[in-house]
């Protein structure tokens, strides 16, 4: 039985079909793409410890489990009748879950996910799995680490979310909101951006802002390294505020020597360039650096490999500023890519037609590139239908973006899986018009959606970027 925090035994696993577009790779670039791959994969293992602290032993005891056997042999050497086909089936749907959000939370929605079988049961396949008998003080030790915070659902744990209504790995446990938004003034006054940062409260007086990267102290990288100028200790309105670095420094060496690797199978000077700076970016903890490999990456018009990495979207920080950890790698599909051209080609026809005035449009319209992509690799915590990136507003503004609709994705779907409240008629046209109409909707939302809109805004000099005299609140008609 499903419920909010649980999977059904029905749920479907749905493939990305890729090997075509793959194949058709040269063996540079298939080369390319596996260092791409690597990089997004290693750093992906962020997402777990941005998640809950139960994730990662969570994530390293299913793969012990399922890299010592097949799951054929798992399923064979289960004890029975101790361990039904429904339970079995149960666990692998919750290894599916954890494994498909990177962690023990949903990726669209943030609440907890828990197994649909009871503990006891989990424990009895877990001893008799291969991985048990070859590494028990290990495998003990990764369940004594999660076998209670893996089923908890007190009110804390139920949903990621400032507590008391729930937890969240961007701050430590005794931060709230008021933490958040009492930091937001610090990082904004000393030019220091929240995207890669974790925060940690370790008295009413005393905190520590954590930047992501490979570097460890306040020792420059190299000569251009400007992080390590802001590594350190100050005081903000009272209080002691440190700003230290080497989050993730483990994993993130490992992002960055297969971007070097990477690098060397590039097609050409942008791909290079965008590449060293991401890699100068997870090296130093540099947002500006990101940013600059994100400039070359827009400029990187109509690749065959598509890539992006880094720490992207903010949906789960509560506060809604610091980045999870996402990589993708795709490949050019491009009979739906042409589609999504003519769409970018007519929307200066679209925007007028929008219910809303032309100054809340951008200046001038950046006309996007806008590529269908069949996923090849995708490190994070779920794969969605279509990116608008990079969110660095500056840019987005100034320089451009781009738009990328991952086309298997949008095919992917389960075909036995039945529709809910329609008839036999009714579902096989919703089957039929599915995912065309879905198809549309992404090409929509990212192109108008993201794309066209403005955001106001005010800059360092205090220069409005829109006519405050003339420019009315589309509900209430007062000056914004």
């Known amino acids: 039985m499903a419920s909010l925090h649980t999977f059904s035994n029905k749920t479907p696993v749905c493939q990305l079909a890729c090997k075509k577009a793959f194949e058709g790779l040269t063996v540079r670039e298939k080369r390319y793409a596996h260092y791409l791959s690597k990089a997004s994969f290693d750093g992906g293992l962020i997402v777990l410890l941005q998640t809950s602290s139960e994730s990662t032993p969570i994530f390293l005891l299913l793969q012990k489990i399922f890299t010592s056997q097949s799951v054929e042999s798992l399923r064979e ?81 139920k949903e990621i979310a400032f507590p008391p209504k729930g937890k969240t790995s961007y701050y430590s446990a005794n931060c709230t909101q008021e933490d958040a938004e009492f930091i937001q003034g610090f990082l904004t006054e000393k030019g220091i951006s929240e995207y890669n940062t974790r925060l940690f409260k370790r008295s009413d007086n005393d905190y520590e802002v954590r930047l992501a990267s490979v570097a460890k102290t306040s020792e420059p990288v190299a000569s251009d390294d400007k992080v390590a100028e802001l590594i350190g200790s100050c005081e903000y309105k009272g209080k002691k505020v440190e700003v230290s670095r080497g989050d993730y420094s483990e994993l993130l060496q490992r992002v960055v020597e297969n971007l070097r690797k990477a690098a060397e199978c590039a097609a050409n000077e942008n791909e290079k360039s965008m590449l060293d700076f991401y890699a100068k970016s997870f090296e130093r903890g540099s947002i500006d650096d990101h940013k600059d490999g994100s400039r ?88 969605p239908a279509g990116i608008n990136i990079p969110n660095y507003n500056d840019i987005r503004g100034d320089e451009g973006f781009k738009n990328v609709s991952l086309g298997n994705v949008l095919a992917a779907r389960a075909d036995d899986k039945r529709v809910s409240f329609l008839g036999d008629d009714d579902a096989a046209l919703y089957g039929e018009l599915k995912s065309a109409a879905f198809e549309v909707q992404v090409g929509l939302h990212e192109l108008l959606g993201h794309g066209s809109g403005k955001l106001f805004q005010k800059n360092e000099n205090g220069e409005l970027n829109f006519d405050q005299q003339e420019v009315r609140h589309t509900e209430t008609n007062e000056p914004v």
């Open 77 to 157: 050497n289960r004890p029975q009748p101790q361990i039904s086909d429904d339970d079995f089936q149960s666990f692998l749907i919750y290894a599916a879950a954890i494994f498909t959000n990177m962690g023990n939370y949903k990726s669209f929605g943030d609440s907890k996910i828990i197994p649909g079988l009871p503990k006891e049961k989990i424990l009895i396949l877990i001893q008799s799995s291969t991985a048990y008998s070859q590494s028990r003080e290990t495998v003990n030790s990764l369940w004594a680490a999660c076998a209670k915070p893996m089923y908890s659902l007190e009110p804390t744990d």
């Open 296 to 383: 070359y990456w827009i400029k990187d018009k109509g690749p065959i490999i598509e890539t992006y990495i880094g720490f992207i979207e903010s949906y789960r920080d509560p506060y809604g500023v610091r980045g999870e950890f996402e990589g993708f790698v795709a490949m050019v599909n491009k009979e739906m890519s042409l589609k999504f051209e003519n769409l970018v080609a007519n929307a200066e026809k679209f925007l007028p037609l929008l219910p809303w005035p032309k100054a809340y449009e951008k200046d001038a319209f950046l006309k996007p590139d806008f590529t269908s992509l069949d996923v090849l690799t995708f490190g994070g915590s779920g794969i």
